[in-house]
Each structure stands twice: as C-alpha cells, then as structure tokens.
T-cell receptor
C-alpha cells in the first residue's frame, strides 16, 4: 500500500533559523513527488514537483530534494511569513490522484 | 485570471439534507478531483474525473456523488448517507498528463448542525 509519512508533525523556528522537513514514501514506480504549502482555511498552494532521485528544486528560501525513499524541504533563513502547513504527496500507482501525508505545521517566530 | 473557484466558502447543513458543493475551473484541465480534509489527517480522495462524463471513486466515496457534464465543472453532492460530513472540502484540477501537478481551489467548509 502506498504510504506517505511526514515529520516532524510540528516545528517551531526562530526567524533566520534554518531547518528541514522530511517526507518518506513507499510507492512502487514513483510518478512524481509534490510539495504544497497550505495556509489556515485555504487550499494548498503548489510549490514543487520532483520526479527522480537526485533532483533538486528551489524557490526563494525553499529547496526540495529527492532520494529513492524520501524527500526533504529545506528552509533557509525562514521568515514569519513562511509559517504554514507543508504537505507532501505522491501520485498513486493507479490513476492520476495523489496520496498525501498529514503535513508539517511550521511556525516561524520573529 | 485562470484558476479554480469553489462555492460557497461556508455551508451549513441540517442532518438528513443533501447539499451540493460547486467547483469550476477555467484552466482547460481535463482532470478534476475532490478531496476531504479533517484536522490531523491528510487529504483524502473522494472522487476524480479524468474526462467529461466519466468519473471514478476514490478512497472514501461512500455517501458522496458527483457528475461531470462539462469540462469546466465538477460538482460534489454530500448526501444524507454520509455519516460524518463536517469537514473542509477541496477541489483540484490537472492536465491530462498523469505526471503533472494538481492545482487546488480555496475550499468549502461544511458544517452539519
């Protein structure tokens, strides 16, 4: 069965304190790993897609990396506006739908 | 502006009533999806549609129904058979290529009174 596990569940950082969020997955034949950001009461906002081990993508203070078993979302020198829940998902083996992890809730304090 | 709209933003339902949640997209995407989000849980797939007039059940389809008569629209009906319908409902769409990302609407929060 496809599974996506995110850790930690919650993370509190001071502004400027870099860290990483983890997403481990078990799926046969990866057809994309996706990172989303979700603010309270809003729909997820797409951040990155990674397709193969070794791939990296960056956007402002965020950098996503992928290995054969997990992905990391590195946050460099975060700001309070980076506070949100970060969701990881992999495409299911059958069809187009996504299998989501439970998310990591990030709080960045000034 | 291209995007996905969902309405209403908030919806209140009495027990025993059916309600329909609207989802419209102008991105010219072939595939559309409905997810449910509960506190402390990941998004769970209710139904998805890859083309007009065709749709498939997801992991938690019981108590829900959908239609896909137009490419732009994918309404979700929450029926009285759904035992615990209070949740945040999210609609998404993607191109027909199975490798591409999904884009989400703003969501509808349904509360059963």
């Amino acid at each position: 069965e496809d599974q996506v596990t995110q850790s930690p569940e919650a993370l509190r950082l001071q502004e400027g304190e870099s860290s990483s969020l983890n997403c481990s997955y078990t799926v046969s034949g990866l057809r994309g790993l996706f990172w989303y950001r979700q603010d309270p009461g809003k729909g997820p906002e797409f951040l990155f897609t990674l397709y193969s081990a070794g791939e990296e993508k960056e956007k402002e203070r965020l950098k996503a990396t992928l290995t054969k078993k997990e992905s990391f979302l590195h946050i460099t020198a975060p700001k309070p506006e980076d506070s949100a829940t970060y969701l990881c998902a992999v495409r299911k083996n059958s069809g187009y739908a996504l299998n989501f992890g439970k998310g990591t809730s990030l709080l960045v304090t000034p | 502006d291209g995007g996905i709209t969902q309405s209403p933003k908030y919806l209140f339902r009495k027990e025993g009533q059916n309600v329909t949640l609207s989802c419209e997209q102008n991105l010219n995407h072939d595939a559309m999806y409905w997810y449910r989000q509960d506190p402390g849980q990941g998004l769970r797939l209710i139904y998805y549609s890859q083309i007009v007039n065709d749709f498939q059940k997801g992991d938690i389809a019981e108590g829900y129904s959908v239609s896909r008569e137009k490419k732009e629209s994918f309404p979700l009906t929450v029926t009285s058979a759904q035992k615990n319908p209070t949740a945040f409902y999210l609609c998404a769409s993607s191109t027909g290529d199975s490798y591409n990302e999904q884009f989400f609407g703003p969501g509808t929060r349904l509360t059963v009174l």
